[in-house]
């Protein structure tokens, strides 16, 4: 069972559209964070949310935590074909543990 | 500063063998994590080493072991190799100011025929 889920976890847009992607839990986690991957490489850590109805922006990228610091969600305005990547979100549960969600594999079309 | 490295990058093994896998942390981290990250399961937490001693530990089986050295470099070994275990392994580490913020390496790919 995982205690992340991700939504959507394929989507293909083109250039210039906005996306939503969905982090949801039915476990409340201290903070949350987002991580972007690509090819080759291991995550990189975009965000770290800890506030329940935080509200961070990053450019174009909007992250929200939700109120009761069970889900959180990541909007991209404007994608760009360089924002490709598969999109992970990750909760930390005590001990400094990190529990990641099955990720978003997102491709924007140019 | 360097970053998080890891050797080998790329490795194939046969079931029953066994594999040794290494990371250099950033230097002057003293946490490194393990995880695995598979097409099927994602990102699963192996397990965390913090000034050489095991701090925490994900579900994976007893064939799944790590060890931490004074330098804080890490290494992980797996026995009895099963298809199953054919993986990215990603070692992350962090500074004892803030846990919550670890960087990956590029990660070791096992293949295990």
């Known amino acids: 069972t995982q205690l992340l889920e991700q939504s959507p976890q394929f989507l293909s847009i083109q250039e210039g559209e906005n996306l939503t992607v969905y982090c949801n839990s039915s476990s409340v986690f201290s903070s949350l964070q987002w991580y972007r991957q690509e090819p080759g490489e291991g995550p990189v850590l975009l965000v770290t949310?800890?506030?329940?109805?935080e509200v961070k922006k990053l450019k174009r990228l909007t992250f929200q935590f939700g109120d009761a610091r069970k889900d959180s969600s990541l909007h991209i305005t404007a994608a760009q074909p360089g924002d490709t990547g598969l999109y992970l979100c990750?909760?930390?549960?005590?001990?400094?543990?990190?529990?990641f969600g099955q990720g978003t594999r997102l491709t924007i079309n140019p | 500063k360097a970053g998080v490295t890891q050797t080998p990058r790329y490795l194939i093994k046969t079931r029953g063998q066994q594999v040794t896998l290494s990371c250099s942390p950033i230097?002057?981290?003293?946490?490194v994590s393990w995880y695995q990250q598979t097409p099927g399961q994602g990102l699963q937490f192996l397990f965390e080493y913090f000034s050489e001693t095991q701090r925490n530990k994900g579900n994976f089986p007893g064939r799944f072991s790590g060890r931490q050295f004074s330098n804080s470099r890490s290494e992980m070994n797996v026995s009895t190799l099963e298809l199953g275990d054919s993986a990215l392994y990603l070692c992350?580490?962090?500074?004892?100011?803030?846990?919550?913020?670890?960087?990956f390496g590029p990660g070791t790919r096992l293949t295990v025929l």
């Open positions: 992350a580490s962090s500074d004892a100011r803030s846990t919550d913020t670890q960087y």
């Open positions: 949310v800890v506030t329940g109805g």
């Open positions: 990750a909760g930390i549960q005590g001990a400094q543990k990190l529990v």
């Open positions: 230097s002057g981290h003293r946490s």
